[in-house]
């Protein structure tokens, strides 16, 4: 989610875009750190719109949630657990989310690409694998194992609570999806000349 400070003027991401456009080099964007996935998205936010927003980065993503609140930088793309109570105490304003659909405990939050920033979804996400070489019936058997307990009324319950969606599938899907990630990620990495330190 793309968050912002309640007093900065921008109410949506075509106003901070346009904000940005007009002022380049003027804004700062707060990252939990350098190579780390909230600079990598943000980054990819300017490779998609176009805009030149400079990059603070922080110690871990509360430090740079502190700077967003005490505007010493004016935006942080973070996981939506982790900002979610500060966006429902109105600290921060939530200008969009960054999945394929709007996040059903923040409906009236559009998506990035809703919000006209064209390719652009990002998901934090939990999953599981297992070695290279594990047998093909135990990975079924691992996975038929997770998809049922991730069923589970009372597990949904306690993603929910961290503004998570549940999403079960078979492994090739997540293979797929992490192979995907790669390439998106080093690419991202590589056009915006992201290092390792």
């Known amino acids: 989610m793309l968050v912002v400070?309640?007093?900065?003027?921008?109410?949506?991401?075509?106003?901070?875009?346009?904000?940005?456009?007009?002022?380049?080099?003027?804004?700062?964007?707060?990252?939990?750190?350098?190579?780390?996935?909230?600079?990598?998205v943000a980054e990819l936010f300017k490779l998609r719109t176009g805009v030149d927003i400079v990059h603070v980065p922080y110690k871990g993503a509360a430090d740079a949630v502190t700077g967003v609140l005490g505007g010493q930088v004016q935006m942080f793309f973070g996981d939506i657990g982790g900002v979610l109570p500060l966006v429902r105490e109105e600290a921060l304003r939530a200008l969009a989310v960054s999945s394929e659909t709007r996040n059903a405990f923040l409906p009236?939050?559009?998506?990035?690409?809703?919000?006209?920033?064209p390719d652009y979804v990002v998901l934090t996400y939990i999953g599981v694998v297992a070695p290279a070489g594990t047998p093909?019936?135990?990975v079924t058997k691992l996975n038929s194992a997770i998809n049922e307990?991730?069923?589970?009324?009372?597990?949904?319950?306690?993603?929910?609570?961290?503004?998570?969606?549940?999403r079960p599938g078979p492994p090739q899907a997540f293979a797929a999806f992490l192979t995907a990630?790669?390439?998106?990620?080093s690419q991202v990495a590589k056009t915006a000349n992201i290092k390792l330190e």
Do not use: C, R
Request: net charge neutral; proline share 7%; no cysteine.
């Open 136 to 138: 093909h019936g135990i």
């Open 5 to 40: 400070h309640p007093a900065f003027a921008a109410k949506s991401v075509p106003e901070l875009v346009a904000y940005a456009k007009a002022n380049p080099g003027k804004l700062n964007y707060g990252s939990a750190g350098h190579g780390n996935a909230t600079h990598l």
């Open 181 to 185: 990630e790669t390439q998106k990620w």
């Open 108 to 117: 009236d939050v559009p998506t990035m690409m809703e919000s006209g920033v």
């Open 149 to 166: 307990s991730l069923a589970s009324p009372q597990v949904a319950a306690a993603f929910a609570k961290l503004g998570a969606e549940v």
